[in-house]
């Protein structure tokens, strides 16, 4: 079952001159595109987490396979199960994992009795039962999150049944995974002796059944998150978002995950009411999948912010938020927007119906105001808290999203005035002044980082800015006859756009066709190449690019959606306004220096 979300947009009526149709072609380039790159090479950071904590995972730097093995070309956001996790959790229930288990779905229990029953009658699943969880029981670790959270680490690389191995080198597991990795010759030989393949298919009408249930929250949980922050799940091309439920886990348990561009939840839903699971703590990892990518791609302008840093010190936060003013500012970040939207208490009145009289719209209006002041306290008291927990940036934002709900813009078009335009001296002095609790609150999603090499290396040093650095490594991967040069010409084609040199970027799409077999990067070389012949203009060979980009069918909804755009009108930069732009001829900067400077602050006297 998938979840596609693809809003549209309604194209403008005016056509941007040649400047500013190159200068969003340009802007767009190290977007559009990287998310992918990062996911079809090794990813730039991987972590785990529990409802307490975990441990990261990482992939292997070359082709490798997809965690979770989703379905072909799916979609970005995803709902699903896997029979590989589903195992592992059996393991463990047969070998006395009991967490929530009268809280459990009813599954979970019909399951355990259907194996229990067929132990009865076979000596050779009691014996491969007992070695199982003799394993089991000897990696056993002190922290219960912890433990589950290895196992699943583990089974999110594994292959379908009955081969039930690493998809990846054991070197490239996720390190708290590889503790318990010689698990698998036991499971694999409980699973055959016990048939565990037969009863998965048995229950799967079950499985789907909740599946149901949880498929409508989940999408109204998105959708309500992207219509807030105006922020499209297609924005962000290659990405995923992967929601995966297995009855047979504690319900109370919630584990989320992010490894590079693939952010994964484990869920286990309840059994009263039926299906229900924790959406708050998956909608704040959907918020980490929609804001992190924002926050990420300006990681040389945040740096000014790290002397925030010694005003959480002695805050009650984990080492990473004390360390990375990166990971700080998104974690306060995503707080606002969760204090912004959270249920404040008491129900929001009902608009009048449109041919109400008067006197029913001004008893709706004086009700808006006494909810709206109602709202505004408990709002308040939230942000005080979470100031003194030391998430000492979340008064800033959420004042800055309160003006960024009255301008009815996006967090992607406000994020840049939000990072560039914080006074820095303004909030050190407004940390001082925060005592701070004894104990604070954990993220639901926590993060280690990995040391990148190869393309992957080259993708991030992009996003950043780091042309040369970029350029270089692709450079070298050419140079090698086994090296990924398909991935290496589209990394190079980017890199052209941003030096503002089409010929180039032309020449380095075109190998990129050549030599590169990625469904999704000949799509989007096709895209580029069709926007490139539209700002030249060259009408004709744009669109043969655009119908070539739909003929590769890479299925996913924002290819499709790009390539009919351009179907139907050239190239032009979304909701250009009208009037002319009085920057649109001046000298491109792909630095965007200039814009960061029309950021800052003025100096303090």
Not at 554 to 565: G, R, V
């Amino acid at each position: 079952m998938s979840l596609s979300i693809t809003p549209s947009f309604s194209p403008s009526s005016s056509r941007p001159s040649h400047s500013a149709l190159w200068l969003k072609l340009l802007r767009t380039a190290a977007a559009v595109g990287i998310g992918f790159a990062l996911v079809a090479t090794a990813q730039a950071q991987s972590s785990s987490s529990s409802s307490s904590s975990s441990n990261p995972a990482q992939e292997p730097t070359s082709a490798p396979p997809r965690i979770a093995q989703p379905e072909d070309a799916g979609a970005s956001v995803t709902l699903e199960t896997s029979e590989p996790l589903f195992d592992i959790a059996v393991g463990l229930n047969v070998c006395g994992y009991d967490a929530d288990l009268s809280a459990s779905s009813p599954v979970r229990l019909a399951i355990r009795d259907e194996i229990n029953s067929d132990l009865t009658t076979s000596a050779d699943a009691r014996n491969s039962r007992d070695a199982l969880c003799a394993y089991v029981r000897s990696h056993t670790l002190t922290d219960s999150g912890l433990n589950l959270a290895q196992y699943i680490s583990l089974a999110l690389y594994l292959s379908p049944p009955p081969e039930l191995t690493p998809t990846v080198d054991q070197t490239q597991l996720p390190p708290d995974s590889t503790q318990i990795v010689n698990v698998l010759p036991l499971l694999r030989k409980f699973a055959t002796d016990i048939n565990l393949h037969d009863i998965w298919i048995e229950h799967r009408p079950q499985y789907e059944a909740l599946l149901k249930i949880v498929h409508d929250p989940l999408t109204r949980m998105v959708l309500n998150t992207d219509i807030y922050l105006h922020v499209p799940v297609s924005s962000y091309d290659g990405r995923r978002f992967l929601v995966l439920l297995e009855p047979m886990l504690a319900p109370s348990a919630t584990n989320a995950r992010v490894y590079g561009s693939d952010y994964i939840v484990v869920a286990s839903p309840a059994g009263d009411p039926l299906g229900a699971v924790h959406m708050d703590e998956i909608r704040h990892t959907y918020l980490h999948y929609e804001i992190e990518p924002l926050v990420y791609s300006r990681g040389t302008a945040i740096k000014r912010l790290i002397p925030l840093l010694k005003s959480v010190q002695d805050a009650p936060l984990e080492f990473a938020y004390k360390s990375d003013i990166s990971a700080l500012l998104t974690e306060c970040l995503i707080k606002s927007v969760e204090i912004h939207t959270m249920d404040v208490g008491i129900p929001k009145p009902q608009k009048p119906a449109a041919n109400a009289n008067r006197a029913a719209f001004g008893r709706y209006s004086d009700a808006m105001g006494a909810y709206e002041r109602h709202a505004e306290t408990v709002r308040q008291q939230h942000v005080d808290l979470t100031m003194r927990q030391g998430w000492v940036l979340v008064a800033y934002f959420y004042e800055k999203l309160g003006q960024m709900e009255k301008d009815s813009v996006g967090l992607k078009d406000d994020i840049g005035e939000m990072v560039y335009g914080m006074d820095v001296d303004r909030e050190a002095h407004r940390d001082k002044q925060i005592e701070f609790l004894a104990q604070g609150t954990h993220d639901v999603v926590t993060r280690v980082p990995r040391q990148l090499s190869g393309l992957e290396l080259a993708e991030m040093k992009l996003l950043k800015g780091d042309i040369d650095g970029a350029s270089a490594i692709a450079n070298s991967v050419l140079a090698d006859p086994q090296g990924d040069h398909g991935q290496a010409h589209y990394l190079l084609a980017r890199v052209d756009l941003m030096q503002r040199q089409p010929g180039a970027a032309i020449g380095d799409f075109q190998e990129t066709l050549k030599s590169s077999k990625d469904p999704r990067t000949l799509a989007w070389s096709h895209i580029y190449l069709g926007r490139l012949y539209d700002v030249m203009p060259d009408r004709e060979k744009a669109l043969a690019e655009y119908h070539a980009a739909l003929a590769v069918r890479d299925s996913q909804p924002d290819t499709k959606d790009a390539a009919e755009s351009g179907l139907k009108q050239p190239f032009a930069a979304p909701g250009h306004q009208q009037q002319a732009d009085p920057d649109a001829d001046a000298p491109i900067d792909p630095s965007g220096k200039a814009e960061k400077d029309a950021y800052r602050p003025p100096p303090t006297k």
